[in-house]
């Protein structure tokens, strides 16, 4: 490929000189998200809900602090205090609009000439953003205009909704394994007339294979992009890939984790009953099953009743069906509850829990490492102090009390997600130091070379330099550890559930059913507890082996280690 | 070196030197600038005088060399220029703007103008960037024209420094240590300044690399019209592409002039010393090198006096002493080193009981430092009456009294206040020497009797 026809050009313009290859992608592309459609928009509405209750959280958040600082101070200073805490929140979102939604300068664009450093032009903008964000919220919360706004976002989601009902691919209807016997000796009502134990089977291969085969497309996607539309023709990014496939840990890591995160995020089409029928409200639902060549029906309540598994005769292991012909590939547990399903749902509360709690943590340690690699002095001694505090308190100690604290005083945030937000905020707030600490020798180092001071030297802003050249360094240290604590938090969120501390019922969580079926371990009983145990050092050690392989991908001092290794694979596989 | 010791015209003041600069067509006045880094502790205030009050010109469209061994402070003072430091004190005027009084947008602005290249072509440029992306981002950042415009002037410019445009899209890792120089040369013109700091540009290349670089940085010089400040501890680099030289040291500038002039002709006893230790090549040369003892001084605790006085060659002592032998000045000179360190260190609580217990402490006692600096020589009564006076100030532990005691008896003009820049040529070439002074020898007779 030459790079003369490539001078001057955009991606775009380059896609349009090739469209073949992209064009075949982007089809593909459309096809699979098609066949899920449903579940996408389904995914979409319940973002919108979180982020629609984040922000009614935050929107609550002048009036709350107003109205303590009332309690103490007297109302005059608490209304000072809430204009001022929502001017404050108005700032830094202005801010965050203003870096994330508005390249350039606004007010430049509008014509206005300013004769100002960037620093005043960029505070100006920030406090035009801020301005135009101010008039928004206070149009939204005038009654015309915030009537307007609540039918337009129902509208909105109703669309969305009819949408989201939609059949896909991996929905429980398209391949439907709940159905009963028919007198005659065969199945009604499941898939093909296929025994439930097929039925959901085919369900879970059709849900795995969907989620490789997309993963192996996006991946296609990647390699279409390198071979046709890079301008480069090489990055130092393709060395750390070729490192990384080389690396069976680390791959084996991935996989683990790849399975873990598709069974979270598919958890109801995995399930064998429906976790709302099953495990939530068990008395309003009912069933149909052949009780003596009639079909009745009876509510999923009563049947679990006498179906549960508390050792001795009374069980419903591995791969059985229980009286009422319902299919339980891992049993069911103490309560009759499909075991499966909880398991399913429990992969996802522990990685929303992980996730947010890692992502919080590793925000805030990105962050302090750059403004403290980048200032150093006061800034970085404060961090130091604050960090060592945090740190000098035995973490679990401090899990525990914060979230006993919490629970016992009923605080609205112990309440979201059966507890699940706050135990995610407290992880966020103790592991963030210790992620900090990690990062803050390459951190400093980076900032110490060379092309940080020849950026300062030509004018580059603190905020870009820091972005440009320090955060992709750091990045890669911090992926490491992010993933390697990440396994720490679902198996200290596991203990705390464990302890009774952590999620409460009914939402399911792996710690809590280790602790439930603990006392049946010596029984015929023993997988309540021994499978989700297993799963937790499944995942765990999946998410320590993706760390150690990004780590031997990344990490430039493993350089020489791996890629004579990586070299030696190559040279045997030809 | 054997040429007439130029005699000192007369002994010229800041300000003549800065009238008499006036008719020339000069860029950049820097004028008694200092650069203090600040000590690290809470108990250590002391700031490290890495830039100690240095003067002078640079004219446009010459290149000025800066000399001086590591740790002189040329590198601290080519990043003052281009205010990567923040200088403590005095000013650099530009164009007869004040650089270390800009901020905000007229340092932006500025900072077009004066532009560094680095030493380290590994650490100076981000290697997770394309080389089109680390050339442009100066124009990114002062909002140049359109992104096609620029995309087009730093292929431009890749061509200007010897690259290929279609560089554009490599990595720096696919680069040799002196294209890497390349790409840093291009980043620092992407903006057009007038000035720039070339922070010793060939020291980590190949040497065969460095003769190339050196022709692009002349051949740029030309077609751009650059100014440089070119900051080296290779002499023979600085030979070959300066037009004056600044020779540094401790923070100061010793003598300051014509290339050619000052290599040939040094004036100032550091001068000297830096000089003669360039090896040279022809083994059959019988050359008298001048050797200096010890280190420099620590840059946060410099001599009182001239910067050079610890180690000179040519140091002023006092008629009395004249005639002692070289070899005892040394020693002498070591014994004060001794006592100074001594007299800075802090004796622990361990070392003070292992003194009272009569055991071994960690400083030697005055009597081995005797025998290993005195032993073998023959001291003159006087000065042996000295030194046991010295040594009882020792044994007291009272290190200032007896450094006081060494100063009063062998120091001199040298050690006790700091001396001028004398004009040592009709060149207007600048010495700081007391030497120069017509009351003194000149450094020239002085080494050649000492040291030949």
């Known amino acids: 490929m030459s790079y003369d026809e490539h001078d001057d050009e955009t991606f775009r313009e380059r896609i349009d000189a090739n469209p073949r290859p992209a064009l075949i992608w982007i089809v593909g592309l459309i096809v699979l998200l098609a066949v899920e459609l449903g579940r996408i928009v389904d995914g979409i509405i319940a973002l919108g809900g979180a982020i629609r209750f984040a922000l009614s959280g935050i929107a609550a958040g002048p009036s709350w602090i107003g109205d303590n600082v009332a309690g103490t101070l007297g109302s005059a200073v608490g209304t000072g205090a809430m204009i001022l805490t929502a001017l404050l929140l108005l700032a830094i979102a202005g801010s965050l609009v203003k870096t994330i939604f508005v390249p350039g300068s606004p007010l430049k664009r509008l014509g206005y000439d300013i004769d100002q450093t960037k620093q005043t032009i960029d505070l100006l903008d920030r406090l035009f953003l801020t301005a135009i964000l101010a008039v928004i919220a206070l149009l939204a919360i005038t009654s015309p205009f915030s009537g307007v706004l609540e039918s337009g976002i129902n509208g909105l989601t109703r669309g969305l909704e009819s949408v989201s009902s939609l059949p896909t691919i991996t929905g429980r209807e398209t391949i439907s394994n709940e159905g009963h016997r028919t007198p005659g000796g065969g199945w009604e009502g499941t898939f093909l007339g296929l025994s439930p134990a097929w039925a959901w089977a085919l369900r879970v291969l059709v849900v795995y294979a969907y989620a490789f085969v997309a993963l192996a497309w996006l991946w296609k996607g990647y390699t279409i992009f390198r071979e046709h539309y890079r301008e480069a023709d090489w990055t130092p990014r393709d060395d750390s890939i070729n490192r990384f496939r080389n690396h069976y840990w680390g791959i084996f890591g991935l996989i683990i984790v790849f399975m873990f995160v598709v069974m979270a995020i598919w958890a109801p089409a995995l399930g064998p009953v429906d976790a709302e029928h099953n495990l939530y409200s068990p008395y309003e639902h009912e069933f149909e099953y052949l009780d003596d060549d009639t079909v009745v029906s009876t509510t999923h309540g009563t049947a679990n009743l006498q179906s549960q598994s508390q050792g001795g005769e009374s069980t419903i292991g591995l791969m059985s069906y229980d009286d009422f012909d319902r299919w339980a590939p891992f049993g069911t547990n103490q309560d009759g509850k499909d075991l499966f399903t909880f398991l399913v749902f429990g992969a996802r509360t522990s990685l929303v829990i992980g996730v947010t709690a890692i992502g919080l943590a590793t925000a805030i340690a990105l962050a302090m490492s750059l403004i403290t690699a980048y200032y150093k002095g006061l800034v970085d001694t404060l961090t130091i102090i604050t960090s060592d505090t945090i740190i000098s308190i035995p973490a679990f100690l401090l899990v525990l009390l914060l979230s006993v604290i919490f629970q016992q005083a009923n605080h609205p945030i112990a309440d979201v997600y059966n507890g699940g937000l706050l135990l995610a905020l407290i992880f966020a707030g103790i592991y963030w130091p210790g992620l900090w600490r990690s990062i803050r020798g390459p951190s400093l180092q980076v900032a110490e070379q060379e092309w940080v001071d020849a950026a300062k030297s030509y004018g580059q802003t603190p905020a870009m330099t820091m972005r440009k050249h320090m955060a992709p360094y750091i990045a890669t240290y911090i992926m490491i550890y992010a993933s390697l604590l990440l396994g720490g938090v679902i198996i200290a969120t596991a203990a705390l559930s464990f302890l009774g501390l952590g999620i409460n019922p009914p939402t399911p969580e792996w710690g809590r059913m280790v602790s439930d079926g603990r006392s049946y371990v010596s029984t015929t009983s023993w997988h309540i507890a021994t499978i989700p145990g297993i799963m937790i050092v499944f995942v765990v050690t999946g998410f320590n082996a993706l760390g150690d392989g990004i780590r031997d991908a990344m990490d430039p001092e493993s350089d020489t280690g791996t890629s004579d290794a990586g070299a030696a694979a190559s040279g045997g596989g030809g | ?452």
């Open chain 2, 1 to 452: 070196m054997s040429q007439e010791p130029t005699r000192t015209e007369r002994a010229a003041s800041d300000d003549d030197r800065i009238d008499a600069d006036t008719d020339e067509d000069v860029m950049v006045k820097v004028r008694n600038l200092r650069t203090y880094y600040e000590g690290g502790g809470l108990l250590n205030p002391t700031p490290v005088k890495a830039v100690d009050g240095v003067s002078f010109d640079i004219r446009r469209g010459e290149t000025l060399g800066l000399v001086g061994e590591s740790g002189c402070g040329k590198t601290t003072l080519g990043r003052t220029l281009v205010q990567l430091e923040s200088a403590t004190g005095g000013e650099i005027l530009f164009d007869d703007v004040d650089a270390t009084e800009l901020s905000g947008t007229e340092l932006e602005k500025w900072r077009r103008n004066a532009q560094i290249v680095f030493q380290d072509p590994d650490s100076s440029l981000n290697d997770r960037m394309t080389i089109g992306e680390i050339v442009r981002e100066p124009l990114d950042v002062h909002d140049w024209k359109t992104p096609r415009e620029r995309r087009q002037r730093v292929q431009e410019l890749l061509d200007t420094v010897g690259l290929q445009r279609e560089h554009y899209y490599r990595y720096p890792h696919q680069f040799s240590g002196g294209q890497r120089q390349r790409i840093g040369i291009a980043r620092t013109l992407t903006l057009e300044p007038d000035f720039i700091v070339l922070d010793e540009p060939v020291s980590a290349l190949d040497v065969s690399v460095q003769a190339e670089v050196i022709n692009l940085l002349e051949d740029l010089q030309d077609e751009f019209g650059l100014t440089y400040l070119f900051i080296a501890h290779d002499l023979s680099v600085v030979k070959h592409i300066c037009d004056r030289v600044a020779v540094m040291y401790l923070g100061h500038i010793m003598e300051l002039g014509p290339t050619e002039e000052l290599f040939s002709d040094p004036a100032n006893p550091y001068t000297h010393s830096l000089l003669s230790a360039i090896p040279e090549p022809d083994p059959t040369v019988e050359k008298d090198r001048i050797r200096l003892h010890g280190t420099p001084p620590n840059p946060r605790h410099p001599p009182e006096g001239c910067p050079f006085s610890t180690r000179c060659p040519a140091r002023i002592r006092p008629d009395e002493y004249e005639h002692l032998d070289n070899e005892l000045w040394t020693r002498l000179n070591t014994l004060r080193e001794v006592l100074r360190e001594r007299e800075r260190a802090d004796r622990t609580v361990t070392d003070r009981i292992r003194e009272l217990l009569g055991k071994d402490p960690r400083f030697g006692t005055i009597d081995e430092i005797y025998d290993e600096l005195f032993a073998d020589q023959s001291v003159p009564s006087n000065v042996d009456a000295i030194l046991e006076e010295v040594a009882d100030h020792v044994r007291a532990n009272d290190e200032t009294a007896a450094l006081d005691q060494l100063k009063a008896e062998f120091g001199g003009a040298c050690e006790s206040e700091p001396p001028e820049y004398y004009t040592v040529s009709d060149t207007g070439r600048q010495s700081f020497c007391h030497r120069h002074d017509d009351g003194y020898r000149s450094p020239d007779e002085v080494l050649n009797t000492r040291h030949r």
